[in-house]
Each structure stands twice: as C-alpha cells, then as structure tokens.
C-alpha cells in the first residue's frame, strides 16, 4: 500500500524536544512545579495547533539566524503530534502529581517525559510514534498511516525529502 | 548551607545520576552496535585496507549530510589523505548493509581501526574534530 508522505522538519522536533529536556531538568532542580505545567501547557498548545509546541522559537529565532539548519524528510507529521500529546498528558499528569503533593510520582513523571524527549532527540527513536504506529495496525479510527517505506516504526526516516 | 540551597544540590546530584544512567545505556546501545559492525565487516571488504576507515552512511537527500557531515569529512580526507580510507555508503542503494550494521538513522559514522575492528560509532552528525581525535585515538 502506497500512502503520500509529508515534509517534515525534524529540526523544529528536535528543538522541541531539547526545550523540553532542558526546561524538565530545571523544574526539578529549582523544584518548580509550575515550570513543569508550563511545558505541559506549551506542549498541550502545540497538540491543539499541529505543530510542535515550542517550534516557534526554532521559527522565529533559530532558523532565521541560521543557528539550526532545517533537516526536512519525507515522513508524516501525524504520529509526531501524537507523540506530543502522549508527552501533554504525562506532563499535565505530572505537573497534577506535583501540585496534589505526590512528589515522587510527578517528578517521575517529568523524568519520564524528559527521557523519552532525549531517545528522540540523540537516539532518532520516537517512542509515541512507534505507539501511533502500533495502534494503526489495529485500523483504530485516526491511526491511518504506515511507517515511511524502509524505516523502523518510531526511527527517523533515513530518506530526505525528495526535491 | 541552608536548607533550600541544600536541596537544591541534592536534586543536581540526583539529576546528574539519573543523566548518569542515561548515557550509561546509550553507550550500551552503541556499544552493541560496534559489535555488529565488526561482525559485518567481512560485507565491505575482501582485503582490509590496512588503514584507518571511516565508513559514513548517509542517503542522496540527507540535508545534515550535504551542509555538515560531508563537509567535516572532506576535512578529514584533505588533513590525512592516505592514512584513512573513507568508505561511503548509501543506505538506499544498500539497505542490506546499513541493516547489518544496524544503522537506524543518517548520518551515521563509524571508525575502524588497521585490523578492521569498530572502534568508535557517531550516532548523527560528527564533526571533523570528533572524528580526527577518534582516529588519532587508534
């Protein structure tokens, strides 16, 4: 089965990614709840948006500066947004632990997220989206496509985007 | 010391322990994938080069390949010339290769030593000073 692929820029991922790894490390370390919501907000902001929730300073700042060169591949954007919303409930879960004064269980939770984010960002595997693409081969509704063709379910495609 | 600044130190030894065991395991993934690459190293040549080598993975549309890695190997051919061998490889053309060597993503590096043993893997973009200390190191 053929399906069409979409230009995604892994770049504004891994940005992404890092500002959650960096901003998670922080929360625990200053013991700062509200900073751990904060990323829980921006991710969920991102989910509801389609775009990776702290892409905007990749957009804005990083890009246009040339700080960070686009890494565009032929991929589908869909399970990376899912992995971001499986990142948005374990962090609100985490940021509710924390608040409800369940320490251990929320900075579990935040180390948890952080963690997944760093297999992303240094190891090329996408946890969430070898989930998405778990599920879609139980045809749930919304879990319609396929690991782009040669790549590991959750692995960064080892195609470029074709020009 | 007060309180706060003492848990303040406490949450970056165990922040620093937690990155700790992290990186432990990343470099047990990594170090699984040396032993892969000197299992498979029979499928890039008949007769070792007696060198050096640079094996680089990467594919025609590889934007981090053409702006960065490329660039840092160049480098790398210009500075030793004939002491290394630089073997690239196209994992589109060879996806039986870069599966043998368990290649999940590009670009990916990898150093031999003369005897054709992997001694070092770069999981992503390396660059030309990481590589030359890798080769040095040898």
Known sequence: ?163 | MNLETAQILLRVVLAIVIIGVGSFAYWLVNQRLLVRARHNVFRLFDTLPNKPVLVYFTTPDCAPCKTVQRPAINRISNLLGEQVEVVEIDATERPDLAKAWGVMSVPTTFVLDARGEARYVNNGVARAEKLLEQIQAL
């Open chain 1, 1 to 163: 089965m053929t399906q069409t692929l979409q230009k995604v820029d892994h770049s504004a991922l891994k940005v992404n990614q890092l500002f959650i790894i960096s901003l998670n490390i922080l929360a625990f370390i200053f013991n700062l709840p509200l900073l751990a919501a904060f990323v829980a907000l921006v991710m969920g902001i991102g989910s509801l948006l389609k775009v990776p929730g702290f892409g905007f300073v990749y957009k804005n700042v990083l890009k246009p500066r040339g700080w960070v060169k686009p890494d565009v591949l032929d991929d589908n954007p869909e399970p990376h947004r899912f992995a971001q919303f499986l990142g948005f409930l374990f962090m609100t879960a985490g940021a509710v632990a924390l608040f409800a004064g369940s320490s251990v269980l929320g900075w579990s939770l935040v180390w948890l997220v952080a963690a997944l984010a760093a297999l992303n960002a240094f190891g090329g595997f996408c946890v969430g989206c070898a989930v998405y693409y778990w599920l879609s081969r139980f045809s749930l509704p919304g879990f319609t496509k396929q690991p782009p063709a040669g790549t590991f379910p959750g692995m960064k495609p080892k195609v470029g985007a074709s020009r």
